[in-house]
């Protein structure tokens, strides 16, 4: 993701929440984390463990001690290993299976994205109205109220909003809501007026400002242009932007996630996810990569990797290139649907080389987000150039979605111990359009699982969240079955691509334990290993792919702790 403060990264969370509110999944309220006991065992026995341990793939009970896995086994095996003074767990008719880890989310992202008021689902404008009217305190940002999830074809009119149907209920306070796609923003008469918007602004390149027939604007700011709001809103205060990582990273643990790999953090967030690491606060793992796009990357460079309990940092995230739906990823030759046109590079290559350099030398691994084929092109020219120069081949580099690539750098990708880092729920968001972008023959080599896992890359999945939801049991099925939620297309899209439910679970599990430095140590549930694992109302790995949607997330265990109960039904 790569977004703005507020432009970009609004519109995902409506996203978000729009998907959110159309999910069958009822979410239960979190209990307090509960405290293991050292020294006393706690055994859970349930229908089925899944451990992706080879010599003993299926158990039926498990016992953790001091955060680790002590016994695998059947019930009578574990409750020996346990002794007398274990607590038992009885899981009933569930499924336990090892961590569930987002290989590539945007924590602060998300947490911007829970505080607005949420306006998916309203049928007028005046339900948005009376949704803003009752908003807590939690959704301004200074003086701003903040909102998102509209859709105008949800409404009577069908015609987009204007400013005037919420100056009358706000004249003084500037409201921005942003679309259920993120490509537009709705502000009323004073945020224009902060945002200085009038007759007389032009169109930025790449977006527009809808107007009136006088020319005025009407309050609707649509792509590039949605940065104008972006550029005056005020930022979060260090309250709010507490509160609102905490609600990140309380949300992940409910639905599923033990782990996280943050895709690019800025460092005022690593230092407040540092501190509640020292104090013992946070409920699951974050695997953080630092911002290597902004000047955070300095003091980033000048620290160092980073290993804390349960938060580590050692590696850098780069941006190459944009996304393929608006055509900011960079392609080796023209869109298929726009001739004069091939993306962009956000870095140049000399830019890029230097900072692999710097970051490499100071034990970082690469994590680089490349889209189009040029941009991965480049990725593996930069990183293989550069194990050339320094003769480290022990990196254990990750492209970041690896969407569009060239058959010869899904090969060379394999061949040289890369990870790719792809998000299931990108190919079924992206498959109705993705062919008209590249064409035919390029679409070989997009979303293309199977032949990176043929190459020999380590498959590790995410989801991009606030993107797309944080919802990993919807990965879960999107990789599986590459369909959408109704089961279209029959058969699934490029179905030899379709990842089986081992694969799948293990590019949430084992995968992104690799990208992470933690084989051996989480992914599976063997003893010894980190006790890290979800109680599912589901197999992933046997079950209906579509009981995955309904699926609830019964418990979230993280290095022996429950951190997500879900209440009693
Ligand atoms: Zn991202």
Known sequence: MMRGRFGRTLG????????????????????????AVSGAPTVYVAKRIRTLDASRPVAQALAVRDGQVLAVGSREEVLAAAGPAARVVELGDATVVPGLTDSHGHLAGLAAALVRVRLEGTTSRDEVRSRLSS???????????????????????????????????????PVVLGRVDGHALWL??????????????????GGRILRGPDGEPTGVLVDNAMELADAVLPPPTEEQRAARLNAALEHCARVGLTGVHDAGM??????????????????????A?????????????????????????????????????????????????????????????????ARVHAFVGRGFQVATHAIGDRANTLVLDTLLKEMEATGNKEGRHRVEHAQIMRPEDITRLGANGF?????PTHATSDMPWAQVRVGPERIQGAYAWQKLKAA???????????????????????????????????????????????????GFTVGAAYASFAEGKRGQLKPGQDADFVVLSVDPVDGPAADLLTAQVRLTVVAGREVFHAAAP
Not at 188 to 205: F, H, M, S, V
Not at 327 to 335: D, E, H, S, V
Not at 464 to 493: I, N
């Open 12 to 35: 995902a969370l409506l996203l978000l929440v729009g998907a959110a509110a159309g999910c069958s999944r009822r979410v239960p309220e979190a209990t307090p984390a509960q405290e």
């Open 135 to 173: 908003a807590p305190p939690s959704a301004y940002q200074g003086e701003w109220l903040l909102g998102g999830g509209w859709d105008q074809n949800d409404w009577p009119e069908k015609a987009f909003p204007t400013h005037a149907d919420l100056d009358a209920a706000f004249p003084k306070t």
């Open 188 to 205: 009323n008469g004073e945020a224009l007026r902060r945002a200085r918007i009038d007759k007389n602004t032009k169109d930025p390149q």
């Open 266 to 287: 800025d460092l005022k967030t690593f230092r407040l996810l540092q501190q509640w690491d020292k104090e013992g606060r946070l409920p699951l793992r974050i695997y």
């Open 289 to 353: 990569m630092a911002d290597g796009q902004t000047a955070d990357r300095e003091q980033y460079l000048k620290d160092g990797p980073f290993q804390g309990k349960l938060l580590t940092m050692r590696a850098v995230k780069l941006t190459l290139d944009g996304a393929l739906g608006s055509r900011g990823a960079a392609l080796g030759a023209p869109y298929s649907d726009e001739p004069a046109h091939q993306g962009l590079l956000l870095l140049s290559p000399e830019e890029y080389a």
């Open 419 to 423: 990870v790719a880092s792809v998000q």
């Open 456 to 506: 020999g890359a380590v498959l590790a999945l995410g989801s991009d969240f606030p993107v797309e939801r944080p919802d990993v049991l919807a990965g879960l099925y999107a990789a599986r079955t590459r369909q959408d939620a109704s089961g279209q297309p029959p058969g699934g899209w490029q179905p030899d691509q379709r990842l089986s439910g081992e694969e799948a679970l293990e």
